[in-house]
Structure formats: C-alpha cells, structure tokens
C-alpha cells in the first residue's frame, strides 16, 4: 500500500527566505506526482506535476524534484512571501491493487512566512 | 472558464441520515473523483469516474455510492451517516483522468451532529 510522508508537519519562516518541503513515498511504480496549495477550509490548487520520467519541474519561484528510485520529492520556494502562506500537500499517482491509478496524498507541510 | 463548483458550501446532518453531494467539472473534462479531507489529514480517494463509468474506489465502505452523468456533472450519495463522515469532501475533475492535471473544486463542508 502506498504511503506518503511530509515532513516538517509545520514551518515558520522569515519573509524573504529560501524554503524546502520534503515529501517521501513508499512504492516507488508512481506514474506522476504533484504538489498541491491548500488555503485554510479550500479547495486544492496544483502547483507542479512531475512525471515519473522527470527529474523536475519548476514554475516562477517554485521548483521541485523527483528522484523516484529514492522516492522522494522536494519543493522549493525561492524568497518566500506572506502570500506563501497555506497547507502544501505532496500527491502520488499510481496503480491501486484493483487496477486503477489512484491519487494518494501526505498529510501536508503548513508554512506560514512572517512579515 | 468556470472552474470546478461543488453545491452546497456547507451542510449539516444528523447521524443516521442521507446526504447528497454535487459536482460540476471544467467544460471539456470528462473524468471527476471525489475525495474526503478530515481535518488534519491529506485527502483520501473515494471514486473515480469517466465517461458515466466507475473507473476507481477507494477504501470506502458501501453506504458510499456516486454517478456521474451524461453532461459530465457527478453525485456523491452518503447513506446512515456517522459522525466520522464530518470532512469536507473534495471533487476533482480532468480531461482523461489518467495521469493528466486534476483541478480541484472548493470542496463541501459535511458536519454531522
């Protein structure tokens, strides 16, 4: 069964800095992985998707990586913003035992960047 | 473009009782699934359909049940509700449902007293 694990739990940092949220999955036969924004009582909103082909993926001061073989995965935020603040969900996709591809999500890094 | 919108925002049921939940998906996807987030916790997968066909399940017992129909909008149906169901529960939808980018919607807040 396919598990994943984010660590820290939780994250308090300066406005300004360079911040890393790990992220480590079980089985490593994923299909893709995305990392996911989640505001407080919303809805999810996808930052990156990685396929498992790919080493990593970046979009404005986001960049994240995918090492499958470890079965890891880091997001990066380069100079972090009080608008950074949310709940940072890490999301693996790949073949559940009845034969579908199914989504299996860690518990989340909560960052909070203070002014 | 519209993006996913789930009815109702919020709702609140007492134990024993049914619920019914909508979704509706981005103009164009053909896939949705539907997750439950209790508090503190990643999402879990509850189902997944395509094309008015169920393409996955989670590990959700039978009083859990969905459709999805021909315009693509899906229902969530939860039967003899437990207070463990109080999450808020997650629709997603995609184009092919396979490996593709799944937008989220806003979710419903489901208490049950």
């Known amino acids: 069964k396919q598990e994943v694990t984010q660590i820290p739990a939780a994250l308090s940092v300066p406005e300004g800095e360079n911040l890393v949220l790990n992220c480590s999955f079980t089985d490593s036969a994923i299909y893709n992985l995305q990392w996911f924004r989640q505001d407080p009582g919303k809805g999810l909103t996808s930052l990156l998707l990685?396929?498992?082909?790919?080493r990593e993926q970046t979009s404005g001061r986001l960049n994240a990586s995918l090492d499958k073989s470890s079965g890891r995965s880091t997001l990066y935020i380069a100079a972090s913003q009080p608008g950074d603040s949310a709940t940072y969900l890490c999301?693996?996709?790949?073949?559940?035992?009845?034969?579908?591809?199914?989504?299996?999500f860690g518990k989340g890094t909560k960052l909070s960047v203070i002014p | 473009d519209a993006g996913v919108t789930q009815s109702p925002t919020h709702l609140i049921k007492t134990r024993g009782q049914h619920v019914t939940l909508r979704c509706s998906p981005i103009s164009g996807h053909k896939s949705v699934s539907w997750y439950q987030q209790v508090l503190g916790q990643g999402p879990q997968f509850i189902f997944q359909?395509?094309?008015?066909?169920e393409r996955g399940r989670g590990n959700f017992p039978d009083r859990f049940s969905a459709r999805q129909f021909p315009n693509y909008s899906s229902e969530l149906n939860v039967n003899a509700l437990l207070l463990g169901d109080s999450a808020l529960y997650l629709c997603a939808s995609s184009f092919w449902g396979e490996g593709d980018t799944q937008y989220f919607g806003p979710g419903t807040r489901l208490t049950v007293l």
């Open positions: 359909y395509y094309e008015k066909e």
């Open positions: 990685i396929q498992s082909s790919q």
């Open positions: 999301a693996v996709l790949a073949l559940s035992g009845a034969g579908s591809y199914q989504l299996t």
